[in-house]
């Protein structure tokens, strides 16, 4: 198991943009499919978007389509979420996880959590 780091979290203002980083304290998640959560004040943590080991395939969350990008670079051992036209409903604290069936969107599918890092998007 792979303890996950997030960072590049922030305050931004609405239809700004943030990138988001997640890698592995030790080890490698090279070989991991790999997903993006985030969790709001008061709410259940909510998927956000997943990519394949290689990076090939990608899928989101309704409310994140079109403005938010999932990527990877594994010879960096790092993936990322490029987060545009920020909302202030988007404020949470985001977490990466490993994925272990690709497709799902539950977050019983994922495991491995980083700690998050906060982004607060203000009007």
């Known amino acids: 198991q792979v303890h996950l780091v997030e960072s590049g979290g922030g305050l931004v203002q609405a239809g700004g943009s943030l990138r988001l980083s997640c890698a592995p304290s030790?080890?490698?998640?090279?070989?991991?499919?790999m997903g993006w959560f985030r969790q709001a004040p008061g709410k259940e943590r909510e998927f956000v978007a997943a990519?394949?080991?290689?990076?090939?395939?990608?899928y989101y969350s309704d409310s994140v389509k079109g403005r938010f990008t999932i990527s990877r670079d594994n010879a960096k051992n790092t993936v990322y979420l490029q987060m545009n036209t920020l909302r202030p409903e988007d404020t949470a604290v985001y977490y990466c996880?490993?994925?272990?069936?690709?497709?799902?969107?539950?977050?019983?599918?994922?495991?491995?959590w980083g700690r998050g890092t906060q982004v607060t998007v203000s009007s």
């Open positions: 996880a490993t994925n272990s069936f690709y497709g799902s969107k539950n977050q019983r599918d994922f495991a491995s």
């Open positions: 030790g080890g490698s998640i090279s070989s991991h499919h």
């Open positions: 990519i394949n080991w290689i990076g090939g395939s990608k």
